[in-house]
């Protein structure tokens, strides 16, 4: 991938992603490992450096290549700055073509992956709750169905809370960052429900640059979209005690850790136009007992 600083240092920068932890099952890690790092470098290549738009498609169209190459039961080596190389094993690639034939891995969900890199690109305001729901569906989805199909797990209820959780994080992400996307050009509030409020695009930079307190509005909306990742979440958790051994411990680890974010978020009175929940000491061990329990959500 040319003019595509930041691809080989994607895989780097993974080690510490928190899926790599020791609760989920060695024989599994991997795999994981190989899921991760795909999601992980396609979304660098959509958000990260100063690449143009231009420039971030044409490398994305690179890995859909990619994945057409697994699809067709042929995988190109790429070195670290995008060309090819009859030699050269590709990171990202060639790990990512061994796990889907051995678990036989259903591909469209990494090409709904990297639709969802792509339009983010491209699209940065959501003209209502479905497509955003929509987005979701293909960003964050697909990553809970993959490491279900990694032990064998296809079944239509388990698909659905999986598919709760992992859009409900999601929404959790957008929440928690809603200051950060806001300077980066991004609203993850549907603009119908803005509109519906009486709040213009200038309210919420008011909010996040500017000197004035959000308007109650304002923070009735987050507090709309809050009520909808906890409602999600709570659909979902049953699928944590489904899952037997570590993975299952991970999987309640990471519904824990929402959560605890989604209660740090309430403290906050919604209010994350200027600062960023994180987690304390005391989530860490609030989520440790949840999870040792398999209750993740109190």
């Known amino acids: 991938?040319?003019?595509?600083?930041g691809f080989t240092s994607s895989v780097d920068h993974y080690e510490n992603f928190p899926v790599a932890s020791w609760l989920v099952p060695p024989k599994l890690r991997p795999a994981i490992v190989a899921i991760y790092r795909f999601a992980?470098?396609?979304d660098d290549l959509a958000d990260e450096g100063d690449l143009s738009p231009h420039q971030r498609l044409y490398a994305l169209s690179h890995c859909r290549k990619q994945l057409e190459s697994i699809q067709s039961g042929r995988v190109e080596a790429m070195n670290g700055s995008g060309s090819h190389e009859a030699h050269s094993?590709?990171?990202?690639f060639e790990p990512l073509a061994r796990i889907v034939e051995q678990y036989q891995l259903p591909l469209d969900l990494f090409f709904d992956l990297l639709s969802a890199f792509e339009q983010d690109v491209t699209q940065q305001r959501w003209a209502d709750d479905a497509s955003i729901s929509d987005y979701c569906r293909r960003?964050?989805?697909?990553?809970?169905?993959l490491i279900l199909a990694l032990v064998g797990i296809n079944g239509i209820?388990?698909?659905?809370q999986s598919d709760a959780i992992c859009t409900a994080l999601q929404r959790i992400n957008f929440l928690q960052d809603f200051g950060l996307d806001w300077k980066r050009g991004r609203l993850y509030l549907p603009?119908?429900?803005?509109?519906?409020?009486?709040?213009?695009?200038?309210?919420?930079?008011?909010?996040?640059?500017?000197?004035?307190?959000p308007s109650s509005a304002l923070l009735k909306l987050l507090a709309q979209e809050h009520h909808k990742a906890y409602a999600l979440i709570r659909t979902g958790f049953p699928l944590c005690q489904k899952i037997p051994g570590r993975l299952g411990l991970e999987i309640t680890a990471t519904v824990a850790g929402g959560?605890?974010?989604?209660?740090?978020?309430?403290?906050?009175?919604?209010?994350?136009?200027?600062?960023?929940?994180?987690?304390?000491?005391?989530?860490?061990l609030i989520i440790g007992v949840r999870t040792f329990t398999r209750r993740p959500v109190p």
């Open 259 to 284: 959560i605890q974010i989604l209660n740090r978020i309430e403290r906050l009175n919604f209010d994350t136009t200027r600062t960023r929940p994180v987690l304390g000491v005391r989530d860490w």
């Open 191 to 213: 603009l119908d429900q803005l509109e519906a409020c009486g709040l213009r695009e200038a309210d919420i930079d008011s909010a996040v640059c500017g000197t004035r307190r």
């Open 89 to 92: 094993a590709d990171p990202i």
């Open 1 to 5: 991938m040319s003019d595509t600083p």
């Open 40 to 42: 992980r470098m396609a």
């Open 139 to 145: 960003s964050a989805n697909p990553i809970g169905r």
């Open 157 to 160: 209820e388990q698909l659905h």
